[in-house]
């Protein structure tokens, strides 16, 4: 077993592409923030100098949550929560119909759940696919870690509680000052990384488990033992040309080996512990960089060079996202957190903030350099990236889509639609113009 599981990942150690960006249709969104798991899209904008949306394709409602959409093929993947269930749903990408769902009892929230429950509820961890063997697998907010067979209607072929087995205790007080305690439950999406599925489990064990993706079988159990963070998961990096995974923890960013030697073995960590447990924004990884960022006492965004021997800080502003996770293209940085955002990658120096973006947003980049931005409760707009506007913040266009709670999930772009969801669990197609 061993033998198979590094073979693939020592052929994925021979490049930092293959290694990244699995081979995937260029219009699929099979994981947590696309394709190449960094927000940026290979698919244009729509805009043609006076209009980008050409329409509403349908609308749908899937149950609460704040999990992403995912679409492979022509099939789009959701999960939502009602009635003491959470439900996985396929539905057709052009129709909104109904394929199938598969449904496993669930609580609303986690069975250590303190602090914030006015703004979130069912499951927070976006699906992840795997392209070689059609299993999909979700993580729900009480640490129940599923995979399904979607060739097969989505059957179930294995199954773990997270809680149950590595016995993670609610996360604990990281304030100084003040009571600031917050556990929101498992909300990391996994990651498939060749035969292998990488989930933040956070026991006392250690951080990250690695589980044969096709048994559910543990493989590894990483070096660090740090309670998880409430990013949006484990993030691929090449470190001199060894295959890592950073990860945002409830205390440091931690970077992680999954080569056969070592895997599991902590190369580097840096101290990053904010109140209310809330170190959420996911990591953002280019090449051996990795930018991480948060607000509340630790309000700041900070660039590391990551080594086999540490990490070293290039550069540290008083810049942050809460949420939003930071999108790194052509040399720039973009987010969507109280504004629109872009600084300089190499200084961290800001460039421009605009737009009527609050806590809640996420945004993509487009093939023709431009931002799909969804924030508030459902208000979608279009930026130009600093390509085109390197001096000023710059709305091309914008409308609200939806109108009733928080746009938590991840906005989505795949074959010239968008998908927007809120944490109701209100799902809305719209068709960019070609």
Same mark, same amino acid.
């Given at each position: 077993m061993w033998r198979s599981v590094f073979w693939t990942l020592a052929l994925c150690s021979c490049g930092s592409l293959l290694f990244v960006v699995s081979p995937t249709d260029a219009d699929d969104w099979p994981y947590w923030r696309g394709p190449a798991r960094n927000d940026v899209s290979l698919e244009s904008s729509g805009w043609n100098g006076s209009a980008w949306l050409q329409g509403e394709n349908w609308d749908a409602s899937v149950g609460e949550g704040s999990a992403s959409p995912i679409v492979v093929g022509d099939r789009l993947f959701l999960t939502g929560w009602s009635g003491n269930r959470d439900t996985l749903v396929c539905l057709n990408v052009e129709t909104g119909r109904e394929i199938w769902r598969q449904s496993d009892d669930a609580p609303r929230y986690g069975r250590h759940a303190v602090g914030d429950q006015s703004f979130y509820s069912g499951a927070c961890s976006t699906p992840e696919f795997d392209l070689e063997s059609g299993l999909l697998f979700t993580l729900g907010i009480d640490g129940d870690l599923i995979a399904w067979d979607t060739k097969q209607q989505g059957r179930r072929v294995w199954s773990v509680n997270l809680y149950e087995r590595y016995k993670a205790g609610r996360r604990p007080e990281v304030a100084v000052r003040r009571k600031t305690q917050r556990d929101y439950g498992y909300v990391s999406s996994p990651l498939v990384l060749g035969p292998q599925l990488i989930v933040e489990v956070g026991g006392p064990a250690g951080n990250l488990v690695s589980f044969a993706k096709q048994t559910g079988r543990e493989l590894w159990i990483s070096e660090s033992r740090d309670e998880a963070g409430h990013s949006g998961g484990p993030v691929p990096i090449m470190v001199e040309g060894v295959p890592c995974v950073a990860i945002l923890t409830l205390r440091n960013l931690v970077v992680a080996r999954t080569d056969r030697a070592s895997a599991g073995r902590t190369v580097a960590v840096y101290p990053w512990t904010t109140d209310f447990g809330n170190n959420i924004p996911t990591p953002a990884v280019s090449e051996d960089s990795v930018i991480i960022t948060s607000a509340y006492n630790h309000s700041a965004m900070c660039r590391l060079d990551i080594s086999l021997s540490g990490a070293m800080k290039v550069w540290e502003n008083e810049l942050a996202s809460g949420v939003c996770s930071p999108v790194i293209h052509k040399g720039h940085v973009y987010w969507a957190w109280n504004g629109v955002h872009c600084v300089d990658f190499e200084t961290g &120096? @800001?460039?421009?903030? %605009? %737009? &009527?973006? %609050? *806590?809640?947003? *996420?945004? $993509?980049?487009? *093939?023709?350099? &431009?931002? $799909?931005?969804?924030?508030?409760? %459902?208000?979608? *707009?279009?930026? @130009?990236?600093?390509e085109r506007s390197p001096d000023r913040f710059l709305e091309l266009a914008s409308r609200s889509v939806l109108n009733r709670t928080d746009a938590w999930p991840h906005v989505v772009l795949s074959g010239g639609r968008v998908f927007c969801r809120d944490r109701s669990g209100q799902v809305k197609c719209l068709t960019l113009r070609r």
């Open positions: &120096r @800001e460039l421009w903030t %605009g %737009g &009527r973006v %609050g *806590s809640q947003g *996420s945004c $993509i980049v487009t *093939s023709d350099d &431009r931002l $799909i931005v969804y924030g508030n409760k %459902g208000d979608l *707009s279009l930026v @130009e990236t600093a």
